[in-house]
């Protein structure tokens, strides 16, 4: 069947019309979008196992996803006063009259986790760990503090343990889905992605709600349906509890898949839904900030990129604001900016989160800068790769070696990132450099005419790509002969 058919199930067709389904967590308060907000892949996807192209693409029926109307409509960390701050502070309240008491702990470590995310402090990341162990020691096996301590290992980016713990989890728990969203974020990042789809699958049929949407979203993203993605993503907001954040979360995601397809119109209009839900809530200005640099007007994306990046200084909006002002002419305070991102990766190492794919991201794209490290830029990437073998990984890695003048030892990670049939602009404009490199011209014309007709901005849904990357793609394109469109 296409993979835009969706068949409904009972337990979808009980759940009532649009915005009145399931709340997205029972177990977890907020939980269910903490398990998507905290920064990791989890937008995940099922695509279908009626592969029109015949390719054998291994993706699976969303056969319990819901039959609404996906078609679009017209209408993360946050910032402000936090219902995570609140939540501390309840929380700590409890705590002083009942010092042992776990229920309390693991919500106390819950709103840790959540306000690590809102500010980017990585030693909430510590305090969340803490409370969240003495909450399990105190009442081992609880499903609340076991899913709680899962995404603190997802946040850290400790994949396998995380994995360990959500089959554990799972195991204790079939019927819960947020135990399911542990296991396929990880399968993701450890680039399981049949494991991931079997997962997802199984979480769906548990819940067709927005944290198992998301996910259905993601993963057809990676297997290159990108309408399907969309249509599970709208779908994902029509399921959502109707709370502000629930809105802005997946209204951001949403305009991240229009504005990786070049559709900065309805890109804009997803973020500003995003906005009018929870209005300074950063991911959406940033998309808005990426829209206005694609469309050639670097000083707005700066003054969007100012206040979020002293807000919530994540070390991917330091570096994109960076590489505005690097193209507005201002290298000294981009350089200030790389250091910046240089320094908040330390701070993250030092809280004990595993970074080596970011960082090895941002040292292969500035690699080429003054007092840029190609070589270590490499040696990070493999080692990224290692423990997080996904078609991003591979991708960095072939980044970095083409970067330090190494396509030919670059070429084959290149490829093995195109694996899954991912439609991303960035994934295919790195190959057809490389490629370039090569002296193989006509694959790299084919590549870069991918990439165009895919993003005429070469705009990821990921962070990828610096502002910079797309005058050098351009000019590669005249070099090519590859007519290059307007944005």
Excluded at 146 to 167: I, P, Q, Y
Excluded at 197 to 213: E, F, H, T
């Amino acid at each position: 069947m296409p993979t835009s058919q969706l068949r409904p199930t009972q337990g979808v067709r009980s759940a009532g019309p649009p915005g009145r389904r399931p709340r997205i967590s029972t177990v977890v308060a907020g939980g269910a979008i903490l398990l998507l907000a905290v920064g990791l892949l989890a937008r995940f996807a099922l695509a279908d196992s009626g592969d029109p192209s015949g390719s054998g693409n291994p993706v699976m029926s969303a056969s319990s996803a819901p039959s609404a109307s996906l078609a679009p409509s017209a209408s993360g960390g946050s910032g402000g006063t936090s219902g995570a701050t609140a939540a501390i502070v309840k929380a700590q309240a409890l705590l002083r009259r009942i010092p042992d008491d776990p229920r309390a702990l693991t919500d106390l470590g819950l709103a840790y986790l959540a306000r690590a995310h809102e500010t980017a402090d990585p030693s909430f990341y510590v305090k969340a760990e803490q409370a969240l162990a003495r909450s399990d020691a105190l009442a081992p096996h609880d499903l609340r503090t076991m899913v709680g301590t899962g995404l603190l290992r997802l946040s850290r980016h400790e994949f396998d343990s995380a994995l360990e713990l959500g089959l554990a989890t799972t195991a204790r728990y079939p019927d819960s889905a947020e135990a399911l969203g542990l296991v396929v974020d990880a399968q993701v990042e450890l680039g399981r992605y049949p494991a991931a789809v079997a997962s997802a699958q199984a979480m769906l049929d548990r819940r067709p709600d927005i944290a198992s949407l998301a996910r259905i979203s993601y993963l057809r993203e990676l297997y290159g349906d990108q309408d399907g993605a969309i249509a599970a993503m709208i779908e994902a907001r029509s399921a959502g509890s109707g709370s502000p954040t629930d809105l802005a979360y997946v209204s951001g995601l949403l305009g991240d898949l229009f504005r990786a397809r070049g559709k900065f119109d309805e890109a804009a209009t997803a973020y500003r839904d995003a906005l009018h839900s929870v209005p300074r809530y950063s991911p959406a200005q940033v998309g808005l900030a990426r829209v206005d640099a694609a469309r050639g007007d670097l000083a707005k994306a700066a003054r969007r990129l100012e206040p979020v990046a002293s807000r919530t200084p994540l070390p991917e909006t330091l570096a994109l604001y960076g590489d505005v002002l690097t193209a507005l002419g201002r290298p000294i305070e981009a350089a200030q900016l790389y250091e910046r991102v240089r320094a908040a990766e330390v701070r993250e190492r030092a809280s004990g989160v595993e970074v080596d794919l970011e960082s090895a991201h941002f040292e292969a794209d500035h690699a080429r800068d003054p007092g840029g490290r190609p070589a270590h830029a490499v040696e990070m990437a493999r080692e990224a790769l290692a423990g997080r073998p996904t078609v991003y990984g591979h991708d960095t890695l072939a980044w970095a070696l083409r970067q330090a003048g190494s396509p030919a030892r670059a070429l084959p990670e290149a490829d093995a990132a195109l694996a899954l049939g991912t439609r991303d602009a960035v994934l295919y404009y790195h190959r057809a450099a490389i490629r370039a490199d090569l002296g193989r011209r006509s694959a790299a014309a084919a590549d870069l005419r991918t990439a165009f007709s895919i993003c005429p901005a070469l705009l990821s849904s990921s962070p990828s790509l610096s502002i910079r990357d797309l005058s050098a793609a351009r000019a590669l394109a005249r070099r090519l002969g590859v007519p290059v469109p307007a944005v």
